[in-house]
């Protein structure tokens, strides 16, 4: 029991750690990015990361809008029913 209160510090210390980690992979993940690759970049860059993925993420709701379609096309909640 002492050997698990001995360790604490060291949990606690890896779980702050860890928390910008799991922020961009988490964010990246909202974004529709990959989890794994932003935790791990994280690793490396911790804050720098976070900052990137906002920028990336002002981006990509730029191009979200999309391509203007065709006349004849529909968009998919303008079809028809049967």
Do not use: T
């Amino acid at each position: 029991m002492i050997f698990i209160f001995a360790a604490m510090p060291e949990i606690i210390l890896l779980c702050v750690m860890l928390i910008p980690q799991i922020v961009a992979g988490v964010y990246a993940k909202s974004m529709g990015k990959n989890f794994w690759f932003w935790f791990f970049i994280s690793f490396l860059i911790p804050i720098i990361s976070l900052i990137v993925l906002l920028f990336l993420d002002k981006d990509e709701k730029e191009k979200r809008q999309g391509y203007q379609l065709a006349d004849h096309v529909k968009k998919p909640e303008e079809k028809e029913l049967p």
